[in-house]
């Protein structure tokens, strides 16, 4: 079985949903659902973006890539213009960035 597979499998039941559950909110068979789990499919890119966004994981913890679960990805429209804030705002700025970077490291080990 492929890590993709187990980690469907206990993204689903962390979330306490059934297969055809499942199944209805991507809007394909259970059986899907059940390939996918099993092994015998894997979800194509469509899908696996489905999952990642439905789970709010990576895509590539689905894959197995990474162990980081919780990582929250920025969407691709996230934009700051850090030179609205003065020298010192953007010192604490990234000084903030730097301790959530750290905390995020100990959540995940």
Same mark, same amino acid.
């Given at each position: 079985? *492929? ?14 949903? !059934? ?5 209805? #909110? ?7 659902? !059940?390939?996918?789990? *099993? ?12 999952? *990642?966004?439905? %789970? ?9 890539? !990474? ?9 691709? !429209? %996230? ?11 953007? #010192?604490?700025?990234?000084?903030? %960035? ?12």
């Amino acid at each position: 079985m *492929s890590n993709i597979s187990n980690r469907i499998r206990s993204l689903r039941k962390s979330k306490n949903i !059934t297969q055809a559950q499942l199944a209805n #909110d991507l809007g394909v068979q259970r059986t899907t659902i !059940t390939n996918w789990e *099993s092994g015998i499919r894997i979800p194509d890119v469509e899908y696996a973006s489905k999952l *990642s966004k439905y %789970f709010g994981v990576p895509i590539d913890y689905l894959y197995g890539k !990474t162990t980081g679960r919780n990582t929250v990805l920025a969407p691709p !429209t %996230f934009k700051m213009d850090i030179n609205l804030l003065n020298a010192k705002g953007q #010192d604490e700025l990234m000084q903030y %960035f730097k301790y959530l970077l750290t905390q995020e490291k100990y959540r995940n080990e």
